[in-house]
Protein backbone atom coordinates (compact mmCIF):
# COMPACT_ATOMS: atom_id res chain seq x y z
CA UNK A 1 0.00 0.00 0.00
CA UNK A 2 0.67 3.53 -0.43
CA UNK A 3 3.33 5.20 2.42
CA UNK A 4 3.93 8.77 2.39
CA UNK A 5 6.10 10.75 4.35
CA UNK A 6 6.49 14.95 4.45
CA UNK A 7 9.17 16.95 4.87
CA UNK A 8 10.85 20.37 4.32
CA UNK A 9 8.78 22.51 7.28
CA UNK A 10 10.43 24.75 9.18
CA UNK A 11 10.44 28.13 10.78
CA UNK A 12 10.09 31.22 8.45
CA UNK A 13 9.27 34.91 8.71
CA UNK A 14 6.35 36.24 7.11
CA UNK A 15 6.94 37.42 3.37
CA UNK A 16 9.11 33.80 3.17
CA UNK A 17 8.87 30.85 1.17
CA UNK A 18 8.48 27.01 1.91
CA UNK A 19 9.14 24.11 -0.32
CA UNK A 20 7.51 20.85 1.03
CA UNK A 21 8.11 17.59 -0.30
CA UNK A 22 5.99 14.08 0.28
CA UNK A 23 7.67 11.09 -0.73
CA UNK A 24 5.95 8.15 -1.53
CA UNK A 25 6.37 4.50 -1.72
CA UNK A 26 4.81 1.33 -1.35
CA UNK A 27 2.69 1.91 -5.18
CA UNK A 28 2.84 4.04 -8.15
CA UNK A 29 2.44 7.48 -7.71
CA UNK A 30 1.60 7.72 -11.12
CA UNK A 31 -1.96 6.32 -10.11
CA UNK A 32 -2.80 8.75 -7.44
CA UNK A 33 -4.45 11.67 -7.37
CA UNK A 34 -2.49 13.57 -4.14
CA UNK A 35 -3.16 16.48 -2.30
CA UNK A 36 -2.18 18.62 0.71
CA UNK A 37 -3.92 19.67 3.47
CA UNK A 38 -3.18 21.35 6.96
CA UNK A 39 -3.99 21.15 10.79
CA UNK A 40 -3.32 24.12 13.19
CA UNK A 41 -4.19 23.88 17.31
CA UNK A 42 -7.18 25.37 17.98
CA UNK A 43 -8.30 25.60 14.62
CA UNK A 44 -10.53 22.82 12.10
CA UNK A 45 -8.63 20.56 9.47
CA UNK A 46 -8.70 22.48 5.90
CA UNK A 47 -7.73 20.88 2.84
CA UNK A 48 -5.60 23.07 0.48
CA UNK A 49 -5.25 21.39 -2.91
CA UNK A 50 -5.27 18.45 -5.07
CA UNK A 51 -3.53 17.11 -8.27
CA UNK A 52 -5.06 14.72 -10.26
CA UNK A 53 -3.78 11.87 -12.58
CA UNK A 54 -4.02 14.13 -15.46
CA UNK A 55 -2.71 17.28 -14.05
CA UNK A 56 -5.40 19.18 -13.14
CA UNK A 57 -5.30 21.14 -9.47
CA UNK A 58 -8.02 22.07 -7.65
CA UNK A 59 -8.13 24.63 -4.78
CA UNK A 60 -10.28 24.04 -1.95
CA UNK A 61 -8.99 27.39 0.25
CA UNK A 62 -9.29 30.88 -1.01
CA UNK A 63 -6.66 32.25 1.40
CA UNK A 64 -3.77 30.12 -0.15
CA UNK A 65 -4.89 30.65 -3.68
CA UNK A 66 -2.48 32.20 -5.60
CA UNK A 67 0.21 31.92 -3.02
CA UNK A 68 0.63 28.06 -2.80
CA UNK A 69 1.27 25.18 -5.98
CA UNK A 70 0.93 21.66 -6.07
CA UNK A 71 3.41 19.83 -8.07
CA UNK A 72 4.64 16.32 -8.92
CA UNK A 73 7.23 14.51 -9.96
CA UNK A 74 6.71 10.80 -10.80
CA UNK A 75 9.94 9.96 -11.65
CA UNK A 76 11.02 10.71 -8.56
CA UNK A 77 7.69 9.49 -6.75
CA UNK A 78 7.25 12.88 -4.62
CA UNK A 79 4.75 15.54 -4.55
CA UNK A 80 5.34 18.91 -3.67
CA UNK A 81 3.95 22.11 -2.40
CA UNK A 82 5.31 25.65 -3.05
CA UNK A 83 3.97 28.41 -0.37
CA UNK A 84 4.92 31.40 -1.52
CA UNK A 85 4.27 35.11 0.84
CA UNK A 86 3.57 32.72 3.84
CA UNK A 87 1.34 34.52 6.94
CA UNK A 88 1.57 33.77 10.24
CA UNK A 89 -2.15 31.97 9.73
CA UNK A 90 -0.24 29.30 7.40
CA UNK A 91 1.42 28.36 10.60
CA UNK A 92 0.26 24.19 11.12
CA UNK A 93 1.46 20.46 10.64
CA UNK A 94 0.88 20.01 6.59
CA UNK A 95 0.18 16.59 5.42
CA UNK A 96 -0.40 14.93 2.09
CA UNK A 97 -3.06 12.35 1.71
CA UNK A 98 -4.11 10.32 -1.05
CA UNK A 99 -5.95 10.20 -3.19
CA UNK A 100 -8.27 13.56 -3.25
CA UNK A 101 -11.34 13.69 -5.58
CA UNK A 102 -12.74 17.04 -7.07
CA UNK A 103 -15.83 16.49 -4.86
CA UNK A 104 -14.56 15.22 -1.65
CA UNK A 105 -11.41 17.04 -1.20
CA UNK A 106 -8.67 15.32 0.97
CA UNK A 107 -11.70 14.24 3.53
CA UNK A 108 -12.20 10.78 1.70
CA UNK A 109 -8.19 10.23 1.87
CA UNK A 110 -6.94 6.39 2.25
CA UNK A 111 -3.22 7.25 2.69
CA UNK A 112 -1.72 10.36 4.60
CA UNK A 113 1.91 10.70 6.15
CA UNK A 114 3.03 12.07 9.70
CA UNK A 115 2.87 15.66 8.76
CA UNK A 116 5.69 18.59 8.59
CA UNK A 117 5.20 21.36 10.73
CA UNK A 118 5.46 24.80 9.39
CA UNK A 119 5.72 27.97 11.88
CA UNK A 120 5.96 31.73 10.15
CA UNK A 121 6.60 34.08 12.61
CA UNK A 122 5.81 37.75 12.45
Known amino acids: QLQLVESGGGLVHAGGSLRLSCAAS????????VGWFRQAPGREREDLLC????????NYAESVKGRFTISRDNAKSTVFLQMNTLEPEDTGLYYC???????????????WGQGTPVTVSS
Open 51 to 58: LSTDGETT
Open 97 to 111: AAPCTYYSGLRAASY
Open 26 to 33: GATLDYYA
